[in-house]
């Protein structure tokens, strides 16, 4: 079945949904599951009849100029509407074939975010807040809902942890991309030299999961519960709510403090615990796929080392595709970080396009 075939193949099962809805369907979950494939297959079908629509009219204004008796004026008002299919041919053409890719399952899921300093003591642990509130930022400029779950502070300004629930509207599909290792090259406020010290922080986004993507059997787990404590170990609660889970087989241990409830800081933890062994299992389907690949914008591996952040220059480079921004000030109140993310996600779908030998 060649490319045209497919395409008409996929519009007549558009067509032959549009009649199941229009006639009386008397289960509700029938109804439901038809309408989500009706509204999901919508805008791949309106392309496809647009770009078949254009090839009509290009079929139709080439016989046209072969007509010898054609005016001049008529003619070259022809040639002008065919100069205009011939540019908006590819362009349909290449917008069907993404609609067309396989789509990511995760893409529409909320995520959790998690940051972590990494090497360069108390400036990582500085440069960690500032990512996370560069995200924060960037959430509120996208309309999501951006929920602090837990926060390890270092009191004096930086974390060395944080992990945070994001829900809304393509999440994960926008920030999939920002887990890897973000390196920071700026003078520290405490530097009386005035040197330049270069520090890092991770970052891993991961599809949040509801209990039936992922099943966990409580025998698995094993539960801890202790005090809270806060900066410098002194304690902050005086009940045992704090909550410390380790799953036996893997190895994942998660800890969840911020919270006067044990019941809640429980069921914070087995979310991030959810999470994490799921991204585990779409790491492992990943890097196969990745084996068959020509190319692809990062594993979301944390050691990574994806994005610079050079605060002298106020320049932000992208690694994975040599993006470089001078708009530092920007990014980091995340006002311009779509300038990155977008150009992330363009060059994931072209490589995608070439896995299948379509671009």
């Known amino acids: 079945m060649n490319f045209d075939e497919k395409l008409a193949q996929l519009l007549r099962h558009y067509e032959d949904l549009r009649e199941k809805l229009s006639s009386v369907v008397e289960n509700p979950s029938e109804f439901a599951k038809l309408s989500k494939e009706y509204s999901d297959l919508t805008p791949v079908a309106e392309k496809i009849m647009e770009w078949q629509l254009l090839n009509r009219d290009h079929k139709n204004l080439e016989e046209l100029l072969k007509d010898p008796s054609l005016d001049k004026e008529l003619k070259d008002m022809a040639c002008d509407d065919l100069q205009s299919i011939h540019e908006k041919l590819p362009k349909r053409l290449h917008e069907i074939k993404l ?21 360069g003591g108390e400036e990582a642990a500085l440069f960690a807040a500032d990512l996370l509130r560069m995200y924060q930022r960037y959430a509120e400029i996208q309309g999501w809902k951006f929920e602090l779950m837990h926060e390890s502070d270092t009191g004096l300004g930086g974390i060395k942890e944080a992990s945070a629930s994001i829900s809304g509207k393509g999440v994960f599909a926008k920030l999939k991309f920002e887990s890897g290792v973000h390196r920071v090259q700026r003078i520290p406020a405490t530097e009386a030299g005035g040197r330049i010290h270069t520090s890092a922080a991770t970052v891993a986004v991961l599809p949040e999961v509801e209990e039936v993507d992922i099943h966990i059997e409580e025998k698995d787990l094993r539960i801890d519960v202790f005090r809270s404590s806060g900066p410098g170990g002194q304690s902050v609660n005086t009940t045992d709510s704090a909550v410390r889970i380790t799953h036996l087989p893997s190895g994942v241990v998660v800890q969840q403090q911020d919270e006067k409830s044990q019941h809640k800081n429980k069921e914070k933890a087995l979310k991030i615990l959810r999470a994490r062994l799921y991204e585990h299992q779409r790491a492992e389907r990943d890097a196969e796929r990745a084996a068959h690949r020509k190319s692809q914008i990062g594993s979301g591996d944390r050691s990574e080392r994806i994005r610079t952040y050079n605060f002298p220059q106020g320049r932000v480079t992208d690694h994975r595709i040599n993006l470089t921004l001078y708009k530092l000030d920007r990014v980091m109140d995340g006002s311009a970080l779509d300038e990155i993310i977008q150009p992330l996600i363009s060059e994931n779908q072209a490589a995608r396009l070439a896995d299948v030998g379509e671009a």
């Open 99 to 119: 609609l067309l890719l396989p789509k990511d399952v995760d893409d529409d899921k909320n995520a959790i975010l998690e940051v972590r300093a990494g090497t």
